[in-house]
């Protein structure tokens, strides 16, 4: 059971393993882009490539979805980032249980949005972890944990990339254990335990009056979505990358420098924007971007 790109690694690791993936249950198609373009999911795509029989149940809460689910009988249900949660007629289903990849070091960041949210707060460090699931949002027993460090520069879509192949490796071997029964589960430290809630678009305004680092880890954490944003003269300004520098301001969210590069003074220290998209324009380095485009200095890039 998965639905996105992030799911499609451990999909194919379960197949190259010799499993007999006798099915995949991912979320319906969705429409796409401005044409709105209905679009299979990546991981139904993974698996019709694969002569894997599809079912894209709009809840997995009714009887029909749980009768399907005996009519398959499986050993144990695979769960990478499905976007539904299982009912506990279904989690007791299978005779292995359901095993849940989760993208984050747990009891840390449960919820729909840890690796986004590891990135924003600045973590130095985390990881993915293979669990039981139950009935709670991330709160089933965890089997096994692999640690990574996040890079200085890394974006939530570079981790993303690299940590779906580390849920890829990281399932495989647990269920290698758990099939031989070489594995015992551990009750999570609720004490320890964070959230990590939905990311919306509204989240990704930067506020200036934050520092420098925040400003600079929540410009990695929002990229690739929605992208990072502020306002210049009005305008949605969406910026992809920037740098800390040591420049300072007292009056903050304000152009201190423009040539050739664009320093927005914060609270402590200034932001070197480095590529960024004006409404209406393209995305564009920040360099290329002044050639066509004066902002003065003292410019103020606002919350609307």
């Known amino acids: 059971m998965g639905t996105p790109d992030y799911a499609v690694p451990t999909l194919k690791r379960l197949i190259a393993d010799g499993h007999d993936v006798a099915a995949v249950f991912c979320q319906p198609d969705k429409p796409v882009g ?4 209905l679009t299979p999911p990546a991981v139904k795509i993974c698996a ?29 249900i695979v ?75 890394e974006t939530s879509q570079q981790l993303f990339e690299r940590l ?12 290698k254990k758990v099939e031989k029964g070489a594995l015992t589960a551990i009750k999570q430290d609720e004490s320890n335990a964070s959230y990590a ?28 979505w929605p992208v990072a944003y502020t306002f210049l003269d009005g305008k949605r300004l969406k910026i992809f990358s920037c740098k800390v520098c040591e420049d300072t301001c007292n009056t903050v969210g304000t152009v ?11 609270k402590d220290k200034s932001v070197s924007l480095t590529e960024i998209q004006l409404e209406g324009s393209k995305r564009m380095m920040v360099e290329d971007f002044l050639k066509g485009n004066s902002i003065p200095l003292g410019t103020s890039l606002k919350r609307v």
Not at 199 to 211: P, V
């Open 34 to 37: 401005r044409k709105q373009i």
């Open 48 to 76: 019709s490539d694969n002569n894997i029989n599809v079912y894209q149940p709009d809840s997995v809460r009714t009887d029909e979805a749980y009768e399907l689910l005996l009519k398959i009988n499986p050993d144990v």
């Open 79 to 153: 769960v990478v980032a499905y976007g539904k949660i299982l009912p506990e007629r279904i989690l007791n289903l299978p005779k292995y249980g359901c095993i849940n990849g989760h993208g984050s070091v747990l009891p840390k960041y449960r919820g729909a949005a840890p690796i986004q949210w590891a990135v924003i707060n600045g973590d130095k460090e985390t990881g993915v972890t293979a669990m039981y699931m139950d009935k709670g949002v991330d709160t089933g027993d965890i089997l096994q944990i692999k640690f990574t460090e996040i890079g200085r520069e």
């Open 164 to 175: 779906s192949l580390i849920t890829a490796e990281l399932l495989s071997d647990t269920l």
């Open 197 to 224: 809630p939905i990311i919306k678009k509204e989240m990704a305004l930067i506020d200036f009056n934050k520092s420098a680092e925040e400003i600079y880890n929540a410009v990695r954490g929002f990229n690739s």
């Open 256 to 266: 201190i420098k423009n040539d050739g590069q664009l320093v927005v003074s914060c």
